[in-house]
């Protein structure tokens, strides 16, 4: 049983109850959390040069700028989360949001993505992030077309070697993108 706190409509705040069997005995659980929509991550990969495409982008929870995978939201609203958790056609709404994201942000048309990990937030917070190696591409003849509250300042192609160093000197601040890229690199060396 699941009972809603606040929401601002990206965000709301659970409370459950669940009862486990352990060892015979019932036992019921409460617990708090964060429920937020998905987001996608995409590994652009230049697989003759071993080299993933960065964008630059200010964040503001950083206030600072950022070497990002492109990637963004799935759903415009929890709302629209929910009623896709309920049908049960949730990778079929991230799966249309990859070819839009790299799109809007890279201008790259993109071909054949593949799902290479759903990575869990934990901690008390259900945010998934659907990362896909993208491999075949073209260049869009209109380039990117950010959002309106997306800054971002140059794209960089960056070498394994120098994606490993990046991730090493914590100049790519989201954790769960790191341990991706270097589980990926690790096992595409």
């Given at each position: 049983m699941e009972t809603i706190g606040a929401n601002n409509g990206f965000f709301e705040f659970v409370t459950s109850e669940e009862e486990f069997i352990i060892e015979g005995n019932s036992k019921t659980v409460k617990r708090n959390f964060v429920r937020r929509p998905p987001g996608i991550r995409a590994l652009i990969i230049n697989k003759e040069k071993k080299s993933i495409l960065f964008s630059k982008e200010f964040r503001y929870e950083l206030n600072d700028w950022d070497l990002?995978?492109?990637?963004?939201?799935?759903?415009?609203?929890?709302?629209?989360y929910k009623e896709s958790l309920r049908i049960g056609d949730v990778l079929d709404h991230?799966?249309?949001?990859?070819?839009?994201?790299?799109?809007?942000?890279?201008?790259l048309i993109v071909k054949n993505p593949k799902l290479i990990k759903v990575s869990k937030d934990g901690a008390g917070v259900v945010w998934d992030l659907f990362y896909y190696e993208i491999?075949?591409?073209?260049?869009?003849?209109?380039?990117?077309k950010l959002e309106e509250d997306e800054v971002i300042n140059g794209y960089e192609w960056k070498t394994f070697d120098e994606v490993i160093e990046l991730c090493a000197s914590n100049q790519i601040h989201e954790d769960r993108t790191v341990g991706v890229l270097l589980t990926y690199i690790l096992n595409n060396k």
């Amino acid at each position: 049983m699941e009972t809603i706190g606040a929401n601002n409509g990206f965000f709301e705040f659970v409370t459950s109850e669940e009862e486990f069997i352990i060892e015979g005995n019932s036992k019921t659980v409460k617990r708090n959390f964060v429920r937020r929509p998905p987001g996608i991550r995409a590994l652009i990969i230049n697989k003759e040069k071993k080299s993933i495409l960065f964008s630059k982008e200010f964040r503001y929870e950083l206030n600072d700028w950022d070497l990002r995978l492109p990637g963004g939201k799935v759903f415009d609203s929890l709302d629209a989360y929910k009623e896709s958790l309920r049908i049960g056609d949730v990778l079929d709404h991230v799966e249309l949001t990859v070819p839009k994201e790299v799109l809007e942000e890279i201008g790259l048309i993109v071909k054949n993505p593949k799902l290479i990990k759903v990575s869990k937030d934990g901690a008390g917070v259900v945010w998934d992030l659907f990362y896909y190696e993208i491999t075949d591409y073209e260049v869009s003849e209109n380039g990117p077309k950010l959002e309106e509250d997306e800054v971002i300042n140059g794209y960089e192609w960056k070498t394994f070697d120098e994606v490993i160093e990046l991730c090493a000197s914590n100049q790519i601040h989201e954790d769960r993108t790191v341990g991706v890229l270097l589980t990926y690199i690790l096992n595409n060396k």
